[in-house]
C-alpha cells in the first residue's frame, strides 16, 4: 500500500512552525517553493505525491558505475583543457618565451652532462666562472621581465649549480695534477671571484641612491637613470653581462680543440640564435639583448665549427 505525505506550494516565508522561515529566493519572489511539510497551515492546498521506495541494490551499483565514469571523462576533459591552456598561453610552446629558456637548459644540460661522462681536463674555469655570474643575474632577469617567465629562471638557477660543480672538479683537478703550483692558482681564483662578489654587492648597495640623485636632475643622465632598460635596472645588467661569454670566447679561438667541449658550444651557439628572437618579443624590447646575442652566437659557432671539423672532418 502507498503511503501518500502532503506536498504544499507555497513560499517559505508564509510558513510558521513555532518561528519564522524566511524565503531563500526573497519575500519578492514569484515563484512558489515545493515544500514538504509535517503539519499543514491553515488555508493552503495539497498535491499528494507518493513515497519513493528504495532504490534496488543493482541499480544503485550501475548509478555509481555512472557517476565513476562521469567523473573520468570529466578528468580527462580538465586535463585536455589544461593542457590546451599551456599550449596557448603568453609562455607556452607556440611561443618564443618557451623555446628561449628551454635553450638555456642546454648550458646546464651541457655542465652535467660534461661532469658526469667528460673529464675535467676539458674544463675551461674562466667559462665556468663567468656563467655562474651569468644565470645569476638572469634569473632575477626572469623574474622582472613581463611575462614573467619562470622557466628560464629555473634552467639558469641549474646552471649556477652545474657550473659551480665544474669549478669544484677544476680545482681538485688542479691541485692533484699541479702539487705545486696548482693550491695557489685555485686560492688566486677564489680571492678573484670573492672579490667580484664584493664589488657586485657595494654596486647593489649605492645604486638606489644614486639614481635618486641622477633623476633629481634634467637632460640625458636623467633619463638614462629612469629608463626601464637604463643601467639601474636589471634589463640592463643581465643582457650586457653576457658580452662576457664572448669575450671568454675571443680569448679562447685559438684554444685545442681537445679542450674544447662540444655540447657546451653547442648549447651557446644555440640560446645565442634564439634569444636574438627573444630580445623583440619581451617588454621592454632589448636591442643590446639581441646585439650581444649576436655576438654569443658567432663567437661560439667559431669555436664549434673548429671542434666539429677537428673530431669528425679531419680524422
Same mark, same amino acid.
Given at each position: ?26 519575500? =519578492? ?48 576533459? $580538465? ?29 646546464? @644540460?651541457?655542465?652535467?652532462? =660534461? ?38 629562471? $629555473? ?29 695557489? *692558482? ?21 645604486? *638606489? ?8 636632475? $634634467? ?5 638614462? @637613470? ?68 649576436? @655576438?654569443?652566437?658567432?663567437? $661560439? ?9 677537428? =673530431?669528425?672532418?679531419?680524422?
Amino acid at each position: 500500500m502507498r503511503v501518500y505525505e502532503p506536498v504544499m506550494i507555497a513560499k517559505l516565508s508564509s510558513i510558521r512552525e513555532g518561528r519564522e522561515v524566511r524565503d531563500p529566493a526573497g519575500p =519578492d519572489s514569484k515563484w512558489p517553493v515545493l515544500l514538504r511539510v509535517d503539519k499543514a497551515p491553515p488555508n493552503t492546498s495539497f498535491i499528494p505525491m507518493p513515497r519513493q521506495d528504495p532504490l534496488p541494490l543493482g541499480s544503485v551499483q550501475k548509478a555509481a558505475s555512472l557517476g565513476v565514469l562521469s567523473f573520468r571523462v570529466f578528468s580527462r576533459a $580538465s586535463r585536455a583543457m589544461a593542457l590546451a591552456a599551456f599550449i596557448n598561453s603568453p609562455t607556452g610552446p607556440m611561443t618564443t618565451h618557451f623555446w628561449g629558456p628551454i635553450a638555456n637548459w642546454g648550458l646546464a @644540460a651541457s655542465g652535467m652532462y =660534461d661532469a658526469a661522462l667528460k673529464g675535467p681536463e676539458i674544463i675551461n674555469e674562466r667559462m665556468s666562472a663567468t656563467q655562474i655570474l651569468y644565470s645569476g643575474l638572469f634569473v632575477r632577469f626572469a623574474w622582472a621581465v613581463q611575462p614573467r617567465n619562470y622557466i628560464l629562471a $629555473s634552467c639558469h638557477t641549474a646552471n649556477v649549480l652545474a657550473q659551480g660543480n665544474q669549478l669544484r672538479r677544476w680545482g681538485e683537478y688542479k691541485i692533484q695534477t699541479e702539487p705545486e703550483t696548482g693550491p695557489s *692558482t685555485v686560492r688566486n681564483a677564489g680571492i678573484m671571484a670573492a672579490g667580484a662578489a664584493a664589488g657586485i654587492a657595494a654596486m647593489v648597495v649605492a645604486s *638606489t641612491p644614486l639614481q635618486n640623485s641622477l633623476k633629481g636632475g $634634467s637632460g640625458f643622465l636623467a633619463r638614462m @637613470a629612469s629608463h626601464p632598460a637604463g643601467p639601474f635596472y636589471i634589463h640592463f645588467w643581465a643582457p650586457n653581462f653576457k658580452w662576457a661569454l664572448s669575450i671568454n670566447n675571443l680569448m679562447d679561438y685559438d684554444r685545442p680543440t681537445d679542450k674544447i667541449s662540444l655540447s657546451m658550444t653547442s648549447a651557446l651557439t644555440l640560446t645565442g640564435l634564439i634569444f636574438m628572437r627573444w630580445s623583440f618579443v619581451i617588454t621592454p624590447v632589448n636591442y643590446s639583448l639581441f646585439a650581444v646575442n649576436c @655576438a654569443l652566437s658567432s663567437s $661560439s659557432g667559431y669555436l664549434l665549427a673548429r671542434k666539429v671539423k677537428a =673530431d669528425y672532418f679531419d680524422k
